[in-house]
């Protein structure tokens, strides 16, 4: 069973950055694809950014291109979301979840989820 936790939440200010986390456990991680998606208030869950562990292949939303870094550490069984350039529309619940080996986008395809940490944003 595998096992996110998320942590690194909390109130900005539009223009600054933050980092998330997630430590996972439970899992091989070399092969497993991370990801992240969030919620904001009234809308659906929507993907963010997406890491497959062992080849470092990477992809992200349109809305955050250039802004978000997904990244991880082998060593800490970890997974982090750095945010730039934050904006008010970024603002929701970040969820962090895993999926055996490849990339998807679909909240359905992802069979493991975190608690999920605030993020909000003021403008």
């Known amino acids: 069973q595998v096992q996110p936790v998320e942590s690194g939440g909390g109130l900005v200010q539009a223009g600054d950055s933050m980092r998330l986390s997630c430590k996972a456990s439970?899992?091989?991680?070399?092969?497993?694809?991370m990801g992240w998606f969030r919620q904001a208030p009234g809308k659906e869950r929507e993907f963010v950014a997406v890491?497959?562990?062992?080849?470092?292949?990477?992809d992200y939303a349109d809305s955050v291109k250039g802004r978000f870094t997904i990244s991880r550490d082998n060593d800490k069984d970890t997974v982090y979301l750095q945010m730039n350039s934050l904006k008010a529309e970024d603002t929701g619940v970040y969820y962090c979840?895993?999926?055996?080996?490849?990339?998807?986008?679909?909240?359905?395809?992802?069979?493991?989820w975190g608690q999920g940490t605030q993020v909000t944003v003021s403008s």
């Open positions: 979840t895993a999926r055996p080996r490849d990339i998807r986008y679909r909240e359905w395809q992802y069979n493991y």
């Open positions: 439970g899992c091989l991680f070399s092969t497993y694809a």
């Open positions: 890491i497959v562990w062992l080849q470092r292949n990477t």
